[in-house]
DNA sequence: GCCAACGTTGGC
DNA sequence: GCCAACGTTGGC
C-alpha cells in the first residue's frame, strides 16, 4: 500500500464535490511524470491526500482512496474539453485517470504554511520542495502518519 | 540533441 | 495580478 498527495483547485473539484459523488474520475492528468504514477506506481486501495491549491488556505483538507485501475481519460479525446490532446490515439492513449474515492473530510485543513513549519520532520517531501508543480506526488508512510497526526493539534496561529 | 520561446502551475 | 519555476515545443 502507498500513499500519494493529488491537487485540485476548488473551484475546479473540491472534497466537497468528491464527498457528495462518492467517487470520481480524477481526469485532466496532463503531466508525464504524474501520469507514470497513474499508470505504474498506484495500486487499488492507496490512500490520498486531498489537497486543495490556487485558493486562499492551500493545504490539505481530506482523505481519498484509489478505487480503479488506471483506465484511459475521456478528455484527450473529446475535442471539447479542455484536455483534448489532438495527438493522442484511441488505440494508444496518452493519458490514464484513476477513479478516486471519498473517505472523509479533515477536521481542520492542514495548510502548505503548516506543512512548511514542519519541513524537517516530514524530511524530502515533493510537496515542499521549491518549484514543484507536480499535481500527483508520492507521499511516504511515515509522512502519512506524520501530517494525519497534525489533524489533532491546534491549527498554527497565523 | 540543443536551447530559446512559450505556456502552465500555483503561491503570494 | 504578478512572477518564479519548470515542462514542452519546435527550429536549427
Same mark, same amino acid.
Given at each position: 500500500?502507498? /500513499?500519494? #498527495? ?12 468528491? &464527498? ?8 485532466? @492528468? ?6 507514470? $504514477? #497513474?499508470? !505504474? !506506481?498506484?495500486?487499488?486501495? !492507496? ?10 488556505i492551500p493545504g490539505i483538507v481530506?482523505?481519498?482512496?484509489? @478505487? ?7 478528455? &484527450? $479525446?473529446?475535442?471539447?474539453?479542455? /484536455?483534448? !490532446?489532438?495527438?493522442?490515439?484511441p488505440d494508444a492513449p496518452r493519458w490514464l485517470l ?8 479533515? %477536521?481542520?485543513?492542514?495548510? #502548505? ?8 520532520? #516530514? ?6 520542495? %521549491? ?13 502519512? &502518519?506524520?501530517?494525519? &497526526? ?9
Amino acid at each position: 500500500m502507498r /500513499y500519494w #498527495l493529488m491537487k485540485s483547485e476548488p473551484e475546479e473539484f473540491s472534497i466537497q464535490q468528491l &464527498q457528495r459523488r462518492g467517487r470520481e474520475p480524477w481526469n485532466g @492528468v496532463r503531466n508525464y511524470q504524474a501520469r507514470n $504514477f #497513474l499508470r !505504474d !506506481d498506484m495500486q487499488i486501495g !492507496d490512500g490520498v491526500l486531498f489537497y486543495h491549491s490556487n485558493c486562499p488556505i492551500p493545504g490539505i483538507v481530506g482523505i481519498a482512496e484509489i @478505487v480503479s485501475e488506471a483506465l484511459p481519460d475521456p478528455s &484527450q $479525446f473529446d475535442r471539447q474539453s479542455d /484536455y483534448f !490532446d489532438a495527438k493522442s490515439a484511441p488505440d494508444a492513449p496518452r493519458w490514464l485517470l484513476r477513479e478516486v474515492g471519498f473517505k472523509r473530510v479533515l %477536521r481542520r485543513t492542514i495548510s #502548505l504554511d503548516e506543512l512548511k513549519q514542519h519541513a524537517d520532520a #516530514l524530511g524530502d517531501f515533493a510537496l515542499l520542495r %521549491r518549484g514543484n508543480r507536480l499535481s500527483i506526488l508520492p507521499v511516504s508512510a511515515p509522512q502519512w &502518519q506524520y501530517i494525519l &497526526q497534525l489533524e489533532n493539534h491546534l491549527g498554527a496561529k497565523t
